[in-house]
């Protein structure tokens, strides 16, 4: 069983940054491909970016250029590291694994830009 805990979310500025992570437990991050999504109020959740186990990165449209994401497996944390955030980046964010052609997801943390 793989546990992944988000943590990171918060209360910013447009134009400020935030660095979300994604801490796993039960098995390695390095064992599956780990993704971030998100959930803004009354949208579906959608798919902000990935990295494979080949370290291969994808981004949605929306954040490229702007989210980086990567994974340190010696702390099994996959981090997000949003820059240049804007209003419409409001959302829950959420980590999912996808290990052994299972998914797993975190509970999500809260991310809020608000001048």
């Known amino acids: 069983q793989v546990q992944l805990v988000e943590s990171g979310g918060g209360l910013v500025q447009p134009g400020e940054s935030l660095r979300l992570s994604c801490a796993a437990s039960?098995?390695?991050?390095?064992?599956?491909?780990m993704s971030w999504y998100r959930q803004a109020p009354g949208n579906q959740r959608e798919f902000v970016a990935v990295?494979?186990?080949?370290?291969?990165?994808n981004y949605a449209d929306s954040v490229k250029g702007r989210f980086t994401i990567s994974r340190v497996n010696a702390e099994n944390t996959v981090y997000l590291q949003m820059n240049s955030l804007k209003f419409e980046d409001t959302a829950v964010y959420y980590c999912?694994?996808?290990?052994?052609?299972?998914?797993?997801w975190g509970k999500g943390t809260l991310v809020t830009v608000a001048s």
């Open positions: 999912k694994a996808n290990i052994d052609l299972q998914n797993y």
């Open positions: 039960g098995r390695s991050v390095s064992a599956g491909a």
């Open positions: 990295i494979t186990t080949r370290d291969i990165t």
